[in-house]
T-cell receptor, first 116, second 116 residues
Framework: AQKITQTQPGMFVQEKEAVTLDCTYDTSDQSYGLFWYKQPSSGEMIFLIYQGSYDEQNATEGRYSLNFQKARKSANLVISASQLGDSAMYFCAMRGITGGGNKLTFGTGTQLKVEL | SAVISQKPSRDICQRGTSLTIQCQVDSQVTMMFWYRQQPGQSLTLIATANQGSEATYESGFVIDKFPISRPNLTFSTLTVSNMSPEDSSIYLC?????????????FGPGTRLTVT
């Protein structure tokens, strides 16, 4: 079984500052993928970034980076230079590549609010 | 990436009725999924829509309540049958693509359903 834990129900950050959203996971799979999605109030799920368990380098996509610490089973999302438009719910998710099939398991999410 | 559209974007329905949600992808994809997001909750996988065969349902979801069709590699429908207020949720179609970033998974804009 796979489990994703997001311990921060809500976070505040000032515009232009960096923020880290925490995510820890548990799985018995040897190979897996970790995802972060952004969900604005409109409800759509926007894919942000992906990290494979065998990727040696941390994934980066523009202002988003994934701080992957395999031994600690953590996959924190770092957003640099926060913008007002970053205010949204953020979900961490994982999927096993072997054994877990293609099912995504989601965390409970973190509501991020960017302030002036 | 993949461009996914869903119809309708939102609906208000009376209990006891049924609603069919359509999902269209701009390219052929192997894997299509249907998720449910109840108010204030995370996403839960309903089923995997298999092309040319019956959908694979997750625990707690049954075909009589959530019949799914997938006539080809770009289209799927989810029907929410005999609706009750507990079915009020966002329903999201999702697809898996392979490309430069393996196992990327994208979501449609969602269908916001309210049952009265």
């Amino acid at each position: 079984a796979q489990k994703i834990t997001q311990t921060q129900p809500g976070m505040f950050v000032q515009e232009k500052e960096a923020v880290t959203l925490d995510c820890t996971y548990d799985t018995s799979d040897q190979s897996y993928g970790l995802f972060w999605y952004k969900q604005p109030s409109s409800g759509e799920m926007i894919f942000l970034i992906y990290q494979g368990s065998y990727d040696e380098q941390n994934a980066t996509e523009g202002r988003y980076s994934l701080n992957f610490q395999k031994a600690r089973k953590s996959a924190n999302l770092v957003i640099s230079a926060s913008q007002l438009g970053d205010s949204a719910m953020y979900f961490c998710a994982m999927r096993g590549i072997t054994g877990g099939g293609n099912k995504l398991t989601f965390g409970t999410g973190t509501q991020l609010k960017v302030e002036l | 990436s993949a461009v996914i559209s869903q119809k309708p974007s939102r609906d208000i329905c009376q209990r006891g009725t049924s609603l069919t949600i359509q999902c269209q992808v701009d390219s052929q994809v192997t894997m299509m999924f249907w998720y449910r997001q109840q108010p204030g909750q995370s996403l839960t996988l309903i089923a995997t829509a298999n092309q040319g065969s019956e959908a694979t349902y997750e625990s707690g979801f049954v075909i009589d309540k959530f019949p799914i069709s997938r006539p080809n590699l770009t289209f799927s429908t989810l029907t929410v049958s005999n609706m009750s207020p507990e079915d009020s949720s966002i329903y999201l179609c999702s697809v898996e693509t392979t490309g430069t970033e393996l196992y990327e998974q994208y979501f449609g804009p969602g269908t916001r359903l309210t049952v009265t």
